[in-house]
């Protein structure tokens, strides 16, 4: 294997191309989803400064950062840009997984096997349907992986362990469960050194340190926020709203578990999961070593979370379809049984996906052309009524692509409006963040020239007409004028002159 590369044969990458513009047509009428918001909206922040020190961010940091540029090149189309980004990122996705899967030792009827594995998944159809953060960690994880297997596989350009440890660290800069195989890599490394030899080992971990470098630079300008945003939110906040909302069923281990193994059988996940664990005490090559650590990794990683959703399966999918591959040139896997097996993941994965773009498909309903709709109506109405200020929401994705700009403590979209006790006032406004409990008083102190609502307006125990209500009766007792949107779901309240000429003054 040494040395030896593996061109991608045209019939691929004609097939790529055909998922490409698959994955395009399903983002572009694939539902919104309300975690999009947060993503579009710190990107469009990259206009006014970074992560942590000058808005709130609930990750780490790279993908705003990596995607910057978008905020100028497509001003005015972010969101559907986003999108297509993300649809592209999973392809690419794909693709290394096919390359990574040949470089282990995988036939080509195994390495198809787990980028057909990868690409049918639930995960990764929702990944590269919406404008989140999952797509992008799992191309730099996968070419990392890529990596990795020339590494082993004895290859003599040590710079190849720099660049497996910085696509595996960057993977973690922007997702940081991800951390986790990544450092299941460096493990199984240290352990095999004599193999690798140590200066690969050290290029290895320089990587890994140079891949983490936009963290450790964020962080070191803003620790509080920074600390919050990557660690504090996630181990604080999923629990106080499940309690508020008496959905704590949702934090324990048994529907946890139930949940798990529902997304990893929509998909190979499962086939594949059962058919690694009956292998596992069989005598290992390093491949399978190295998989077997980072499929452990991503067990973590997808577990650990609560509640689970289909994207914590990110950083398991990759080394698990992987592992599955390298066993599917098996017996088994050649009969009636093993075909029919992954046939049923196969369907399984694509099918909630297909029904829900299929559904405004067939409808002729595109949810980012009414998104697009309402954006170019509100910039109408802001022009005609002589706007000027920030937009206030919890959809940031709906207004990213109006000239005005959205309104900084609002970056998060819902998830620190709902949140109680986990930021006090201070911090709340050393975060430049606002929440339930500060609303009030912000908007007082610094009222916008719009609020745009619709979105959050599900009635919840601990909140009776939605988030969106705490907006919507502010917005009334300011005497904000109601301008329904043509989408029929959102509505633009107005800021009367004084209060849109006190809003310019924010800070």
């Known amino acids: 294997m040494a040395g030896k590369s593996f061109p991608i044969p045209a019939r691929i990458i004609l097939l790529l191309l055909l998922c490409a513009v698959m994955m395009l047509a399903v983002a572009a009428f694939h539902p919104i989803d309300h975690d999009e918001g947060q993503y579009v909206g710190a990107v469009a922040m990259m206009r006014i400064g970074l992560p942590y020190r000058d808005f709130a961010y609930l990750q780490t940091p790279l993908q705003p950062l990596l995607l910057a540029p978008l905020a100028w090149i497509v001003e005015g189309w972010l969101f559907p840009a986003l999108r297509a980004v993300n649809a592209l990122l999973v392809v690419a996705a794909t693709a ?38 999952d797509a992008l960690p799992l191309v730099l994880m996968t070419a990392g992986m890529a990596a990795m297997m020339a590494l082993i596989q004895k290859d003599r350009t040590r710079w190849t362990a720099l660049v497996a440890g910085l696509l595996l660290g960057a993977a973690a800069s922007t997702k940081i469960s991800y951390g986790l195989p990544a450092a299941a890599a460096g493990l199984f490394a240290l352990l095999h050194w004599r193999m690798l030899g140590m200066e690969k080992v050290a290029l290895l ?72 664990a009956l292998v596992a005490t069989r005598r290992r090559t390093p491949v399978e070593r190295l ?9 973590i990683a997808a577990w650990l979370p609560r509640p689970i959703y289909v994207q914590y399966l990110g950083p398991l999918l990759p080394p698990l379809l992987l592992r599955f591959a390298l066993l599917t040139d098996a017996p088994f ?80 979209g819902p998830f620190l409006m709902r949140t109680r006790h986990i930021l006090s006032p201070e911090q709340a406004r ?78």
């Open 96 to 133: 290394c997984i096919w390359l990574t899967a040949r470089r282990a030792g995988a036939s080509p009827r195994a390495a198809a096997i787990a980028a057909g594995a990868l690409l049918s998944s639930h995960m990764l159809l929702f990944a590269g349907s919406v404008a989140r953060n």
């Open 205 to 276: 971990a320089l990587g890994g340190i140079l891949g983490g470098l936009p963290t450790i630079g964020l962080a070191m300008l803003a620790p509080e926020a920074a600390w919050f945003g990557i660690i504090e939110y996630s181990l604080k906040a999923p629990f106080e709203w499940r309690t508020w909302t008496g959905q704590t069923s949702m934090l324990e281990a048994p529907l946890s578990l139930v949940r798990l193994a529902r997304y990893l059988a929509q998909g190979c996940g499962l086939i594949a999961l059962v058919a690694v």
């Open 291 to 299: 998989l077997d650590m980072m499929i452990m990794a991503g067990l």
């Open 333 to 412: 896997w050649q009969r009636r049984a093993g075909r029919a097996l992954i046939a049923v993941g196969l369907v399984a994965g694509i099918t909630q996906s297909a029904i829900e773009a299929g559904r405004n498909m067939l409808a002729g309903h595109s949810p980012v052309h009414m998104v697009m709709r309402d954006a170019h109506a509100m910039d109408r109405i802001a022009a005609s009524a002589k706007l000027s200020g920030a937009i206030v929401t919890l959809s940031p994705e709906r207004v990213v692509d109006v000239p005005l700009p959205l309104d900084r403590r609002f970056v998060t």
């Open 430 to 507: 050393a975060f430049h963040a606002s929440t339930s409990q500060t609303l009030a008083a912000d908007l007082d102190e610094a009222p916008p020239a719009a609020i745009l609502t619709g979105s959050e307006g599900r009635p919840k125990a601990a909140f009776r007409r939605g988030l969106d209500g705490l907006l919507i009766a502010w917005a009334r007792s300011n005497g904000y004028r109601p301008v329904p949107l043509p989408s029929g779901s959102h509505t633009l309240f107005l800021a009367p002159p004084s209060s849109t000429q006190r809003g310019e003054k924010r800070s």
